[in-house]
């Protein structure tokens, strides 16, 4: 079985600051793993996505995630933030049953609040 | 513009009565995915369809139903069944059911009076 698990359902950060947010992923198969970003009242919009090549995966709007198999995590890095960062922020394993992939895991989320 | 549907963005309805929520796409994409969200339980999948005349339950699927008679669409029923349906719902596809990267549609909110 797959799963996520997101450290910090609330992480508060100054305009300019280092953000981090945190995930780490159970599977028993080599893993898929992505980073969706949601804006109240709307969907969600993928920022990024590990599929087994680069380690250190870009994304947009300036966000990246490190992928480490010897701690099983994919942390979502942004070296300054803005107030158009805050929204809330979700990490994904991609799902395995003995028919074949079935979609997305997900984790609880994490809300990213911007201080001015 | 290619992309996801979903209607009707707000719904109300009274205890006992089914809804139906639309979910549309024209992406041609082969799988579809219907998911809950509550505040602070993320995402989680009712139902999936990997192919048209075909469904899978996801791991809350009692009280809802689908089809999928057609490539594009994707509806769901919330049924009296479902003893606590009110949520945000959103609809998903994806190019086929195992390359993992999902798009997603803007949801419903369904509130139950």
């Known amino acids: 079985a797959q799963s996520v698990t997101q450290l910090g359902s609330h992480v508060s950060v100054s305009e300019g600051a280092l953000v981090l947010l945190r995930c780490n992923y159970s599977?028993?198969?080599?893993?898929?793993l992505f980073w969706y970003v949601q804006y109240p009242n709307q969907g969600l919009q993928l920022l990024l996505k590990?599929?087994?090549?680069?380690?250190l995966v870009k994304g947009i709007n300036g966000f990246e995630a490190e992928f480490k198999k010897s701690e099983t995590s994919f942390h979502l890095t942004k070296p300054s933030a803005h107030m158009r960062d805050a929204a809330e922020y979700f990490c994904?394993?991609?799902?395995?049953?003995?028919?074949?992939?079935?979609?997305?895991?997900f984790g609880k989320g994490t809300h990213l609040i911007i201080q001015p | 513009d290619g992309g996801i549907t979903q209607s009707p963005k707000y719904l109300f309805r009274k205890e006992g009565q089914n809804v139906t929520l639309s979910c549309e796409q024209n992406?041609?994409?082969?799988?579809m995915y219907w998911y809950r969200q509550d505040p602070g339980q993320g995402l989680r999948l009712i139902y999936y369809?990997?192919?048209?005349?075909?469904?899978q339950k996801g791991d809350i699927a009692e009280g809802y139903s689908v089809s999928r008679e057609k490539k594009e669409s994707f509806p769901l029923t919330v049924t009296s069944a479902q003893k606590n349906p009110t949520a945000f719902y959103l609809c998903?596809?994806?190019?086929?059911?195992?390359?993992?990267?999902?798009?997603f549609g803007e949801g419903s909110r369904l509130t139950v009076l």
């Open positions: 599977s028993s198969v080599p893993p898929y």
């Open positions: 590990y599929t087994s090549a680069a380690t």
């Open positions: 998903a596809s994806s190019i086929r059911a195992n390359t993992g990267e999902l798009f």
């Open positions: 994904a394993v991609r799902t395995y049953s003995g028919g074949g992939a079935d979609g997305l895991t």
């Open positions: 992406l041609n994409h082969d799988a």
């Open positions: 369809s990997q192919i048209v005349n075909d469904f």
